[in-house]
Every structure is written in structure tokens, then in C-alpha cells.
């Protein structure tokens, strides 16, 4: 299995709610990571998880939290979005922080009204 | 901070060669990789160049010039199927190594 799964596909939400994106990979990989792309831009990396630990927060607001419960999981908090933060949101893993070959799972198409 | 600057448009003809460059500046620079994007779907990798040199892997071929923070990724025989957006992205060092990508570069291939 060389696939790095993400739930939901798409998601729209208003400013209030609160709303998780969800990242699985079955590979061994023990480091994963958020991305965020704008339309036309590339992407951007938002935070880094080695062995379940956040390594990197690329000083991203608080709105955005993640969590790692595990090595296969990865999840991303939404509380209070502000339409600006629509966006492909992408996960990737790979074995290691040191390793260069990236997986990125399909992303989640999120927009905030 | 990083900064990578490539051609934000290339068209080439099916069949043809196309090279697409990658110039950055950096601090604690460990390697230049390539990903391939397809418009609404995920980045995937396509190689990668930590010494300075050519990397083959069959009809892609990526370049890395250290001394002049220069890179290039090569397609061969173009298909129709290459068109796409491909992004330089910039691994530098650390306790962590962080991924930075370039402006991206969107190819299209013309019958």
C-alpha cells in the first residue's frame, strides 16, 4: 500500500464551526505533514510530525490545529476559518524528516463562507 | 528565508524534448527534488538531486548545479499526458529538514 488517503474530499463550512480533516497512511512512514495550495501557487508547508511529534509549525494561526494520535494517523483541527483560509489542503508522509521522496495523499478542497 | 524561481508557463510539441529550469537561493541546502501536479490532484514525486549532476529516470531527467544554485528537470518524448504543473522544491537542513517549493512551472503539450 503506497497511498496516503485523506477524508473528505471536499468541505464547506461557515466562520463558527468546527470541523477536522483527516490524513491515513499505511506505508511506515514516520513523518507527516500538512500542506496548504492556493489556486495557480504552490504549496505551502504548514506543520511537520516526526514520530507522532510536532516538529514544525510554520507559524501558522491557532485556528489550525493538528494532531497525531498515531503513526498511520493525522489530523487537522479547523475552529473560527476565515474565507481566506479556502484552500487544497494536502497531506504528505515519508519515512523519515531526512528522507526526499514525499508521498502526498489526494487533499481536501475546503471552502470557507 | 528560501526563494526558487522558475518560468511560470511552457508549451512544447508531443514527441519533442522540453527543459524546465529551477534557480534558487539558500541556506543550508541539502537537495533539489521535482513533482509532477496535475491540475485538481496531489503532487507526486518524479526525482531528486542531492550532488551536483544528472539523475535519469526514464523519460525524466533532473540536472543540479551546486556551485550555481541552478537546477533543471528534462522530459523526453513528450505525451500528451505531461501536461502539467512541476514544482523545484528545495530541502534545506537542520535538526529538521523543511520543503520549500518553487513557483511552479505549467507545461503544456501541444499535439
Known amino acids: 500500500d503506497t497511498e496516503v488517503t485523506q477524508t473528505p474530499k471536499h468541505l464547506v463550512m461557515g466562520m463558527t464551526n468546527k470541523k477536522s480533516l483527516k490524513c491515513e497512511q499505511h506505508?511506515?512512514?514516520?513523518?507527516m505533514y500538512w500542506y496548504k495550495q492556493k489556486a495557480k501557487k504552490p504549496p505551502e508547508l504548514m506543520f511537520v510530525?516526526?514520530?507522532?511529534?510536532?516538529?514544525i509549525n510554520e507559524s501558522v494561526p491557532s485556528r489550525f490545529s493538528p494532531e497525531c494520535p498515531n503513526s498511520s494517523l493525522l489530523n487537522l483541527h479547523l475552529h473560527a476559518l476565515q474565507p481566506e483560509d479556502s484552500a487544497l489542503y494536502l497531506c504528505?508522509?515519508?519515512?523519515?524528516?531526512?528522507?526526499?521522496?514525499?508521498?502526498f495523499g489526494p487533499g481536501t478542497r475546503l471552502t470557507v463562507l | 528565508g528560501q526563494s526558487l524561481e522558475q518560468p511560470s508557463e511552457v508549451t512544447a510539441v508531443e514527441g519533442a524534448i522540453v527543459q524546465i529550469n529551477c534557480t534558487y537561493q539558500?541556506?543550508?541546502?541539502?537537495?533539489l527534488s521535482w513533482y509532477q501536479q496535475h491540475d485538481g490532484g496531489a503532487p507526486t514525486f518524479l526525482s531528486y538531486?542531492?550532488?551536483?549532476g544528472l539523475e535519469e529516470t526514464g523519460r525524466f531527467s533532473s540536472f543540479l548545479s551546486r556551485s550555481d544554485s541552478y537546477g533543471y528537470l528534462l522530459l523526453q518524448e513528450l505525451q500528451m499526458k505531461d501536461s502539467a504543473s512541476y514544482f523545484c522544491?528545495?530541502?534545506?537542513?537542520?535538526?529538521?529538514?523543511?520543503?520549500?517549493f518553487g513557483t511552479g512551472t505549467k507545461l503544456q503539450v501541444i499535439p
Open positions: 504528505a508522509s515519508s519515512q523519515t524528516t531526512t528522507s526526499q521522496h514525499w508521498f
Open positions: 506505508m511506515g512512514h514516520r513523518a
Open positions: 510530525y516526526s514520530y507522532e511529534k510536532l516538529s
Open positions: 539558500t541556506s543550508g541546502f541539502y537537495g
Open positions: 538531486n542531492a550532488l551536483d
Open positions: 522544491a528545495v530541502t534545506v537542513g537542520g535538526g529538521y529538514q523543511k520543503v520549500t
